[in-house]
């Protein structure tokens, strides 16, 4: 049965302004070409209506979103001043107390040695040092309240203490498909950014089939505005690291969920599109055919597979499997797609703009245009076979400056702890011309003195680049390379730097995370402003804890660097190698280490940050434990490095 001419205008109209109207200007363009539809139907004009609506409420998801970053910002500069303050209040606290500059240099600090006059217990394994405990005859006094706190206010603690327990826990993985979970906090704010994305698509929305247009124009509308935020959480360089003071690891995890809300979003637009189809155009005689091969539904059909393959092929089973192949197809289908949905609807194309400049300021102008360095590499193939370890001497050019700070600087400038860069070695192949993997700086941060610094790079051989640099590297002892970044945020540094004790867990080639943070810590320890104005000196007690999976994996780190720090009073932990003996008990070896220092020198009001890079399972091990701790009213911090895109 056809519908009657003027009834297949109306829907000619409906479409056509869906397709034009804008926020800004849609009332205009609906009295102008709609008038006579919404005269004819009520039902044409609710549709009308509720894509007016539409139009101007998706706005406000920008607003939501700002707003959100200047709590986050607050939040974290008010914490950042917070725990300054208080190490300033403890150092100053510990010179008075202890008669100046004398006092600091005598006391917790040279105690940091191992008790037995600075001997050391060794284990079965030639590679474990274990520092004994420090003597419980320090100033725990200093931090002794004068006054008992009341009942109330250690509820009041022991509420807060059991909430931060709860979001740092990690749950066990998922059954059957193995899926590694996040922490419970990371978890409840990604339910939480899922509401908001729910409260957009169905605020207002009618949800009847005749209005099922109004649906799939909400989905379209809010698929578009989260643009912005995927390529902006995908950024090297961007503004929210500095502003709220999470990492791009962090912010990766949640460029990924919103990479997947956008590809659900973008499969239920095209499946509301087609029940559009089916109650509005098949009773006019617009066939299926018609509708499908239209230029704006080709465009969208396009840009829908395109999403849908870069969701597939950024599955982690895929990217450890074949990540060359998901580097390229996870640039390249991104350009496809953006371009594509350009076309496909213009009320797209203000988003579109904006991810295209955040992605070309974060590509072109920084990360081409200040970041990559060129340089002769020397290579040295470990005892494993497996790794090799890539050195470079790097000239430095000048000292930070702020504007350095704010927006990064190449390798030239230096880099400090945790920090990595890009490494494309173009001698391998050619397909390694165009290609960047991402690397942890191994060697420690250099002094804003130095003039020269060396570069090191621990790689394990894997599948594609990185098996391709060991077979390289067997045959020659030197390459050319090019050098991008450095990248990555001072969470860790700054967590452990406010810390009094310093817990610091590394497994395998993790210890490229943990080495340069100790030596940044035994640096800041070991500067004293001579003449007293100000004590730089920090108090904190460290431990470095090493697992390996084979003996000759040691061998990645140069054994005087052990020695030395161990020599200045950090302790340094190498269980034996996994493969000849049982896993360690990592948390155990945490509990009581912890609680050893905890008790003996702060009165069991220490403040601990933990810090770990290490497979999975570790991470979630050190998390969980740092979980306990917290219940049992300890206070700590953790910070899992972890890298991934």
Not at 24 to 37: I, L, R, V, Y
Not at 214 to 231: M, W
Not at 397 to 410: A, H, M, P, S
Not at 444 to 459: E, R, S, T
Request: charged letters at 20%; one cysteine or more.
């Amino acid at each position: 049965m056809s519908l009657p001419e003027e009834t297949r205008q109306g829907l000619r109209d409906i479409l056509a302004f869906s397709l034009k109207a804008t926020a800004w200007g849609a009332e205009t363009f609906a009295q102008e070409e709609t008038a006579p539809a919404r005269n004819r139907s009520t039902r044409f004009s609710r549709i009308v209506e509720g894509i007016l609506f539409s139009r101007r409420f998706i706005l406000s998801y920008q607003l939501v979103l700002v707003g959100l970053l200047i709590v986050f910002t607050i939040r974290h500069w008010t914490y950042w001043l917070r725990r300054r303050n208080r190490r300033s209040r403890t150092y100053n606290g510990s010179r008075a107390k202890n008669g100046g500059l004398q006092g600091i240099t005598d006391g917790r600090i040279r105690n940091a040695n191992p008790a037995r006059g600075g001997e050391s217990r060794t284990s079965s394994s030639s590679s474990t040092v274990i520092g004994s405990p420090p003597s419980p005859k320090s100033s725990s006094h200093e931090r002794t309240p004068l006054l008992a706190p009341s009942k109330a206010a250690k509820r009041r603690w022991q509420l807060v203490y059991s909430i931060r327990s709860f979001l740092v826990y990690q749950p066990r993985p998922i059954p059957l498909i193995n899926k590694t979970l996040p922490s419970n906090g990371t978890t409840l704010a990604i339910l939480a950014f899922l509401g908001l994305q729910i409260f957009y698509v169905f605020y207002r929305t009618p949800l009847s089939v005749p209005m099922l247009f109004i649906f799939a124009d909400r989905t379209s509308l809010l698929f578009v505005a989260n643009l912005p935020l995927l390529y902006l959480f995908a950024a090297k360089n961007q503004p929210i690291k500095l502003l709220t003071g999470y990492s791009y690891e962090s912010l990766n995890v949640f460029h990924r969920r919103i990479g997947e809300v956008m590809c659900f979003l973008a499969l239920l637009h095209s499946v509301e599109m087609i029940g559009v189809w089916y109650t509005i155009l098949r009773p006019t005689g617009f066939s299926l055919a018609r509708f499908l091969l239209s230029k704006t539904i080709v465009l969208g059909i396009g840009a829908l597979v395109a999403y849908e393959l870069i969701y597939f092929t950024s599955l982690g089973s895929f990217r450890q499997r074949w990540y060359e192949l998901f580097l390229a197809l996870h640039v390249s289908l991104q350009v496809l797609a953006v371009v594509l949905v350009w076309f496909h609807h213009q009320n797209s194309r203000p988003y579109v703009g904006a991810a295209l400049a955040i992605f070309l300021i974060d590509r072109l102008v920084y990360r081409m245009a200040l970041k990559i360095h060129s340089s002769r590499a020397w290579l040295e193939v470990c005892k494993d076979r497996d790794t090799v370890v890539v050195r470079t001497t790097i000239i430095l050019t000048q000292k930070r400056r702020f504007l350095t700070y704010l927006v990064g600087g190449g390798i030239t400038k230096g880099w400090r702890p945790t920090e990595h860069v890009f490494l494309t070695v173009p001698s391998l192949s050619k397909k390694h011309v165009i290609q960047a993997h991402p690397f942890t700086i191994a060697s420690k941060a250099p002094h804003p003195n130095d003039a020269v610094a060396q570069l090191k790079l621990i790689i394990r051989a894997q599948n594609g680049f990185s098996g391709d640099l060991v077979r390289y590297a067997k045959g020659h002892s030197s390459v050319n390379v090019r050098i991008d970044g450095p990248y990555g945020s001072q969470n860790a540094l700054h967590l452990l730097q406010q810390c009094d004790l310093a817990v610091i867990v590394a497994g395998g080639s993790g210890i490229a995370v943990a080495l340069p943070l100790v030596w940044a810590l035994h640096t800041s320890r070991s500067s004293i402003d001579l003449e007293g104005a100000t004590i730089k000196k920090s108090l904190t007690r460290i431990v470095l804890i090493w697992v390996t999976r084979h003996k000759s994996h040691c061998t990645w780190v140069d054994s005087t660097e052990l020695q030395i720090l161990q020599d200045d009073g950090i302790e340094v932990i190498v269980p034996p190698p996994t493969v000849e003996h049982a896993h360690p008990d990592i948390p155990g070896i945490m509990q009581s280490w912890i609680s050893t220092h905890d008790d003996t020198l702060f009165n069991g009001e220490a403040k601990t940050g933990v810090i770990c890079s290490g497979p999975d399972g570790m991470n979630r091990a050190v998390r969980n434990t740092c979980s306990s701790l917290l219940a049992q009213g300890r206070d700590v911090d953790i910070e899992i490095e972890k890298f991934g895109w």
